[in-house]
């Protein structure tokens, strides 16, 4: 099965733009606003909604304006049919280094990210 991975690598692209200018506006564009994140602190399940994720982008620094380094990048792009998508990404905000898992779907108004949980480690 031959998926064209285009459309879902300019929403990763998107995405990743977005984080590194810690623009909230430009990640809400990408992000479902049902969607949520999930994580594992301190060996308990964390959820945050994506309206809540998106306040607290807004009020921290940007790594662009910390003139941090950008790294970014695909790992993976898993495409089961035309509508749906999983991907593993790979960012940072240092002093952490993220792996991204992105459930994407191709909706009406074209692919939105509706799921992502994520890992990160602490580097100095």
């Known amino acids: 099965m ?3 991975r285009s459309t879902v690598e300019a929403v990763v692209q998107h995405y990743f733009d977005a984080l590194y200018e810690g ?3 430009k990640l809400g564009e990408v992000f479902h606003p049902s969607a949520d994140l999930r994580w594992v602190e301190k060996g308990a399940l964390q959820v945050l909604t994506v309206p809540d994720w998106l306040d ?6 940007s790594g662009k304006a910390e003139g ?4 970014d990048f695909i790992v993976t792009i898993d495409r ?3 509508s749906t998508a999983f991907i593993k990404v790979r960012c940072q905000l240092p002093p952490r ?3 991204d898992y992105l459930v ?4 009406a108004d074209g692919w939105k990210i509706v799921s992502k949980s994520y890992r990160y480690d602490l580097r100095e």
């Open 2 to 4: 031959s998926h064209d």
């Open 23 to 25: 623009d909230a506006s």
């Open 56 to 61: 607290r982008v807004s009020k921290r620094p």
């Open 68 to 71: 941090k380094t950008r790294e």
């Open 80 to 82: 089961s049919d035309d």
């Open 97 to 99: 280094y993220f792996t």
């Open 104 to 107: 994407a779907m191709k909706l």
